[in-house]
Each structure stands twice: as structure tokens, then as C-alpha cells.
């Protein structure tokens, strides 16, 4: 009755397991591609809209680590289902950090100026985890080899909201914030640049800032989000530029919305 009663177990213990085989496999969708560089495979699953999983495994078929991308797929085109566009399915291998190491770069939003993509790291053992404050970056740039990633934005302040008849009171601003690691692999805000109209005096500040190396609490925090890193920055240097002299500092391009 044991011997009958435990072989019913194993039967069911097979048969789950196969099952949960099957819903993995189905949540991860289809088998795109399989990469192969410096003795390890790189095999990808998902859809035509993107990688949702990726396998690692050493020279020797000895599985080294599992990425999974739990975030929505939400826009752009979607690849070539036969791979023939060549774009890996969004899937990227590039030392972002400058360790020696590649890290893994997933798309998630196609969509221009609206660009997304999860950054898991490679700890030297190829195992990656993702670094979730990179994630959450709105259009972030990437892989010019400076060991650096940054993101650019705009933003519109009123200190006097327009009125009919009455021009509003705004200050304008477009700001670059770069991104980096320190020696033991923290994230941290390193730099940045922001310039800054004020509509009441039809004036511009170049700003730059710097990252505050002064407190030596941030040395060994990585930060979460984008405010974290920006509070990691402080003044630099102040430059007061009239509207024409805006060519002579590389902003030549810059309008302000006067809404």
C-alpha cells in the first residue's frame, strides 16, 4: 500500500512539474535566438514584441543564470519574427559599467523619445541582476563608451500662470543628468548640466553640476531613482547668458515655449 502510495506521489510530483515546465515556457513565450560570445550561450524567449527571458549557460552547457523581464512590453513596432532585422529582438550584450564584463541591455518600449530597456549587470560570474534605478529611466543613453548613462528632459515651472491679456511668469528648464559607478560598483548621479530661461527677465543660466563627494554617506549607497541620484548633485558653476549668446555655449537650438 506505501510502496503504491508513494509511486502515486512521484507520478504526480513528474506530472506537476512537467506542467509548470509548460507554463513557464508559455510565459516566456517562443525560442527567438540563441547568441553565442566568449564560451557562453545566451539563449532568448518572447514574442515578436521582445525578449522576456533569457538563459545563460557556461562552455561546458552548465547553467549560469536566468533573466527574466517582468515589466509590460508597451509600444513601437514590432520586430521581424525571423530575426532578419538583425536587432536581436532588443536584446543587447555591452559593458555598460567599464568592469571588463558585458551587461545585458533588454528593450522594452520602441517607441521614439519614449525609449525603455532593463539593465541587468553582470557581477564578473555572469550572473546579472538588474539595476532597478536604470530601469525606471526615461530615454536613457547609453554605450558611447564613457561608462556612463544619461538622460536628458524638459520641464516648464508657472510662478504666474498666464491670464487673458497677461503674459505668464515660467521658468524653463532642459537638464542632463549622467549617471555612473563608483569603485565598488555603486550607482550614483556623477554629473550634469541645465539650462534655465526666465521668462520675467528674458534671461538664461547655464548650470552645471557635479556630484558631492564631500559626504562620505553616499559612498557606498547606490541610488533607487532618479531624484536619489540628483540629490547626489550640487552646483558647479553658475552662467548668466543673454538670449543672443546662446550659440557660443551650444544652445543655439533651445526655444523657449513662450506659451
Same mark, same amino acid.
Do not use: W
Given at each position: 500500500m506505501k510502496k503504491r502510495f508513494f509511486a502515486l506521489v512521484a507520478v504526480l510530483i513528474c506530472v506537476f512539474s512537467f506542467l509548470w515546465?509548460? *507554463?513557464? *515556457?508559455?510565459?516566456?513565450?517562443?525560442?527567438?535566438? =540563441?547568441?553565442? !560570445?566568449?564560451? &557562453?550561450?545566451?539563449?532568448?524567449? %518572447?514574442?515578436?514584441? %521582445?525578449?522576456?527571458?533569457?538563459? &545563460?549557460? #557556461?562552455n561546458e552547457g552548465n547553467a549560469l543564470c536566468t533573466v527574466n523581464v517582468d515589466v509590460n512590453m508597451n509600444g513601437g513596432e514590432p520586430y521581424a519574427s525571423d530575426g532578419s532585422d538583425g536587432l536581436d529582438f532588443g536584446f543587447m550584450l555591452t559593458d555598460i559599467d567599464l568592469d571588463g564584463d558585458d551587461d545585458i541591455v533588454i528593450t522594452t518600449c520602441r517607441v521614439k523619445n519614449k525609449e525603455k530597456y532593463c539593465f541587468f549587470m553582470n557581477d564578473g560570474k555572469f550572473v546579472f541582476t538588474e539595476e532597478s534605478a536604470l530601469s525606471a529611466l526615461p530615454s536613457p543613453v547609453f554605450?558611447? %563608451?564613457? #561608462? !556612463? +548613462?544619461?538622460?536628458?528632459?524638459?520641464?516648464?515651472?508657472? =510662478?504666474? @500662470?498666464?491670464?487673458?491679456? /497677461?503674459?505668464? /511668469?515660467?521658468v524653463e528648464t532642459e537638464k542632463k543628468v549622467s549617471f555612473g559607478w563608483?569603485? @565598488? #560598483?555603486?550607482?550614483? #548621479?556623477?554629473?550634469? @548640466?541645465?539650462?534655465?530661461?526666465?521668462? @520675467?527677465?528674458?534671461?538664461? *543660466?547655464?548650470?552645471?553640476? +557635479?556630484?558631492?563627494? =564631500?559626504?562620505? =554617506?553616499?559612498? /557606498? +549607497?547606490? +541610488?533607487?531613482d532618479i531624484a536619489g541620484a540628483e540629490k547626489e548633485l550640487i552646483t558647479d558653476t553658475e552662467t548668466w547668458i543673454e538670449p543672443n549668446r546662446l550659440a557660443e555655449y551650444g544652445y543655439e537650438r533651445f526655444k523657449p515655449v513662450n506659451p
Open positions: 515546465g509548460l *507554463c513557464s *515556457c508559455s510565459n516566456s513565450g517562443n525560442m527567438l535566438k =540563441e547568441i553565442q !560570445k566568449d564560451g &557562453v550561450t545566451y539563449r532568448l524567449y %518572447g514574442y515578436d514584441t %521582445g525578449v522576456r527571458r533569457v538563459t &545563460v549557460t #557556461g554605450g558611447d %563608451g564613457s #561608462g !556612463k +548613462v544619461s538622460i536628458s528632459y524638459h520641464r516648464l515651472n508657472y =510662478e504666474i @500662470e498666464p491670464t487673458p491679456g /497677461n503674459p505668464p /511668469n515660467y563608483d569603485k @565598488e #560598483g555603486k550607482l550614483h #548621479g556623477m554629473s550634469g @548640466e541645465a539650462l534655465i530661461y526666465y521668462s @520675467e527677465n528674458d534671461v538664461y *543660466c547655464l548650470v552645471t553640476y +557635479v556630484r558631492d563627494k =564631500e559626504s562620505g =554617506e553616499k559612498e /557606498n +549607497v547606490s +541610488v533607487t
